[in-house]
């Protein structure tokens, strides 16, 4: 399975997890790979709209680049959702951080997996909060 197809995967299974708790979700197809910003999924329940960038790793670190960060706050600023990144470590739980949780690092972002259990928040905490 190639990277592409794994990130595709990664993103069904959060799209399933939200409809499951209510919460109407689309995915963007080519997110990333066109010139507008774009997440890869955005989810709503008419009270709050959440644009969420998903990324699975088999690592203990998840690498982000300026880019990524970036094209999330420009949609979110646009479209006036809550920017949001959804990270799962290999066999644990769907974790979500705000970009604030996101450590700064001289080329761009990472988020560690240590970090991601002590700030990131469980979807059932996410669709509560």
């Given at each position: 399975?190639?990277?592409?197809?794994?990130?595709?995967?990664?993103?069904?299974?959060?799209?399933?997890?939200?409809?499951?708790?209510?919460?109407?979700?689309?995915?963007?197809?080519?997110?990333?790979?066109?010139?507008?910003?774009?997440?890869?999924?955005?989810?709503?329940?008419?009270?709050?709209?959440?644009?969420?960038?998903?990324?699975?790793?088999?690592?203990?670190?998840?690498?982000l680049?300026?880019?990524?960060?970036?094209?999330?706050?420009?949609?979110?600023?646009?479209?006036?959702?809550?920017?949001?990144?959804?990270v799962?470590?290999?066999?644990?739980?769907?974790?979500?951080l705000?970009?604030?949780?996101?450590?700064?690092?001289?080329?761009?972002?990472?988020?560690?997996?240590?970090?991601?259990?002590?700030?990131?928040?469980?979807?059932?905490?996410?669709?509560?909060?």
């Amino acid at each position: 399975m190639s990277v592409k197809q794994k990130g595709s995967k990664a993103e069904r299974e959060l799209l399933h997890l939200f409809w499951a708790k209510g919460w109407a979700t689309i995915r963007s197809a080519g997110s990333g790979s066109m010139k507008y910003p774009g997440p890869d999924l955005i989810a709503s329940n008419k009270a709050r709209r959440l644009a969420i960038e998903c990324k699975s790793t088999k690592k203990t670190k998840q690498y982000l680049e300026e880019y990524d960060i970036k094209q999330l706050k420009d949609f979110c600023d646009i479209f006036g959702a809550e920017p949001w990144f959804a990270v799962r470590f290999a066999r644990k739980n769907w974790l979500f951080l705000g970009i604030e949780d996101i450590e700064k690092t001289e080329t761009g972002y990472v988020i560690d997996s240590k970090v991601a259990e002590r700030r990131g928040l469980l979807i059932e905490e996410l669709i509560k909060a």
